[in-house]
């Protein structure tokens, strides 16, 4: 099992930037991905989650309206679509696959397998 989180990097506020989680050795249809973040000195908070299974979608309410979380089945990809990006958005963003039950969705410990984090600085 591996998940590769990548396309962070600098942007302006109020910019965009798509972050890729590819996951190689299961398929996406079978495990949910959340998407997590972690600024310094901050917990890990859970941003969004895709279920496997039917595709239903979750936000934080510092994601709702401005993220966009997508997979593409036959890449094995998921996606992190972040507009409007605010400087409080900075952070390391992480994906990570489970199966949590839609009230634990971001909840980190419902995550038995992570990626390796892809940084997001935004500027102000």
């Known amino acids: 099992v591996q998940l590769q989180a990548s396309g962070g990097g600098l942007v302006q506020a109020g910019g965009s930037l798509r972050l890729s989680c590819a996951l190689s050795g299961f398929r996406l249809i079978d495990y949910g991905i959340g998407w997590f973040r972690q600024a310094p000195g901050k917990e890990r908070e859970g941003i969004s989650y895709?279920?496997?299974?039917?595709?239903?979608?979750y936000y934080a309410d510092s994601a709702k309206g401005r993220f966009t979380v997508s997979r593409d089945n036959a890449k094995n990809t998921v996606y992190l679509q972040m507009n409007s990006l605010k400087p409080e958005d900075t952070a390391i963003y992480y994906c990570a696959r489970g199966r949590p039950v839609s009230s634990a969705w971001s909840s980190s410990s419902m995550y038995p397998y992570w990626g390796q984090g892809t940084l997001v600085t935004v500027s102000s």
């Open positions: 895709i279920r496997g299974s039917g595709g239903s979608t």
